[in-house]
């Protein structure tokens, strides 16, 4: 299933916790969104492991499944891919 992932951190490790999580599941499409494709199994552990991070109780992590026919008309303005600003690049 495709899906959508929002999420507000109020910490900064838990923030970066998170982050690291999503980037097992998905792409980053702007600071704090993820798109990931995951099938039921990768999708409870997904939420198990970041369930396992965040504090319920300053926290939030929204799921938005897409039904296939509306993944396919998702448009795109302006920039379509996140770029990491503090990923690591290698110069050659």
Same mark, same amino acid.
Do not use: W
């Given at each position: 299933?495709?899906?959508?992932?929002?999420?507000?951190?109020?910490?900064?490790?838990? =923030?970066?916790?998170?982050?690291?999580?999503?980037?097992?599941?998905?792409?980053?499409?702007?600071?704090?969104? !993820?798109?990931?494709?995951?099938?039921?199994?990768? !999708?409870? $552990?997904?939420?198990?492991?970041?369930?396992?991070?965040? =504090? @319920? $109780? $300053?926290?939030?992590?929204?799921? !938005?499944?897409?039904?296939?026919?509306?993944?396919?008309?998702? $448009?795109?303005?302006?920039?379509?891919?996140?770029?990491?600003?503090?990923? @690591?690049? =290698?110069?050659?």
């Amino acid at each position: 299933m495709e899906m959508i992932v929002a999420y507000d951190i109020a910490h900064p490790r838990r =923030l970066n916790r998170v982050a690291k999580i999503m980037k097992d599941y998905g792409v980053r499409v702007q600071k704090s969104i !993820f798109e990931a494709e995951v099938d039921s199994k990768r !999708f409870a $552990e997904m939420k198990r492991r970041v369930r396992d991070v965040i =504090l @319920e $109780e $300053e926290d939030g992590v929204k799921y !938005f499944p897409l039904c296939e026919k509306c993944a396919g008309t998702v $448009e795109i303005i302006g920039q379509g891919v996140y770029v990491d600003p503090d990923k @690591e690049y =290698l110069v050659v």
